[in-house]
């Protein structure tokens, strides 16, 4: 019987370190407690933020190439990892992406989404202080660092499009084989692969132009301050139930009603916001003159100087309020 000792020892300290590796939202295990185990989750600039339209400043960066989005991409995986869903392609090559404010081309890796208990709260980032019911995180690793686990330990080794979702009356059809999914991972550390072929583009928003950017880190630990953080405008429209059937996904205590990190300092920073020259030189035009005189595709791309054009529409008289603002 002595030999069990030992054993039981040995057991003991497995389980140290595999709980060591844990995280959650509530208690110990919180988001408070991060930064004991963690050292960079008490770091200078951290993720999530509040995005203070007022002082945010305004530019016009290249376009973002987003390149595979449109594919039909079979054998999609589906996990619960005991934190969230991620969704992973197996298959080469991965969507990728690059221009805006990125140097390089950034190669997909896996996407997730947070949310929270109620319609309330959910996403990671605010706007206003608004919170959105949850948000999506589309996570993509720079080529040159050639693996995800090489690209967290470079200061622009990762960058995340973000998405926030609202409510809508109906449903969002691109969004079915997602949530048929989550009904067979409900378990932590189950996967399905997806029923049929996916596309990137389905599930996002139609405005891809208008984004934040800034610099900031992994929302979950260890926090690496590695992240280009790209947050785009225009939220994505879900049923109620859509969202619903994501609190239903399970880690090891049970349900995880709400995985978002509390919004972190902005320090030093700087939250740019991007606003494509064309859509507003659009939307400037009465549309005879627009069919008469002007064709959109023809206007010449500014690279990064600022936006001169003044927009006109309702929609964007807040962004003249940002232009007198800008830091
Ligand atoms: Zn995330």
Redesign the pocket.
Known sequence: MNYLAPLLLVFALFQEIIVGEEFGYDGNLGPLHWGERYQECAGKHQSPININVLHVKQVTLPDLELIGFDDSIDNVHVTNNGHTVLIEVKNEPHPRVRGGPLDGDYIFSQM?F?WGDNDTIGS?DKINHRSFPMEL?MVFFKEDYRTPSEAVKHSDGLTVLAFFYELDRHEHPAYDDITSALVNVTEPHTSVVMDHPFSFLNILPYDLKRYFTYRGSL??PPCSEVVIWLDFEQPIRLEREQIEAFRQIRSAHGKITHNFRPIQPIGDRVVFYNVDSNYYVYNELDETEWTTTHSPSKKKKHGNSAVTTLPTTLHSLSLIFVLFIVL
């Open positions: 997730h947070h990671e995180h929302t979950t």
